[in-house]
């Protein structure tokens, strides 16, 4: 199965997560990026707005075309009990293009399975499997037993739809 992970990091926390997915897939990776605006103040003022609003963020154009992948891992960081802006953004730009999907997140505390509902009603596929991971359990590298499960969740279902 050929894999794409594709993730949006603010803190690094999400993209830890993001490369040992990556790793246990043997996966291809790309990083989610906010088109460039003037500056870290433009910058910091679009994410908080984003945040505010629930508004799906500016991105640029995907590096790697999801098309050519069975499986495109897509994660970010949890932004007021919803998704981030910029994986809103490469969902409305990408996900036609998915054949199957699976979700990570990052977060504070909670908001990820109201932000994986909201990302499967936006690109209207439910997803693969799933995984949050609260920041204390990446900053104290706590997160593989999940990671773990995560994988062999998308490895039954890549096996299951061999047959």
Known sequence: MRSLVVAYSLSGNTKKVANVIAAGLNAD???????????AFMNGLRIFWDIATGRAGDVEAAAKDPASYD???????????????????????????????????????????RSFDMMAKRCGKTPVATLAATEREVREDAFGAKVDQFLLTLRSASDAQRF
């Open 29 to 39: 990776s790309e990083e989610i990026r906010y088109r460039i605006q003037r500056g």
């Open 71 to 113: 499986l495109i891992v897509l994660g970010g960081p949890i932004w007021s009990w919803k998704p981030c802006g910029p994986v809103l953004g490469w969902l409305d730009a990408n996900a036609s293009r998915c054949r199957q999907l699976a979700f990570f997140c990052t977060m504070g505390g909670n908001g990820a399975e």
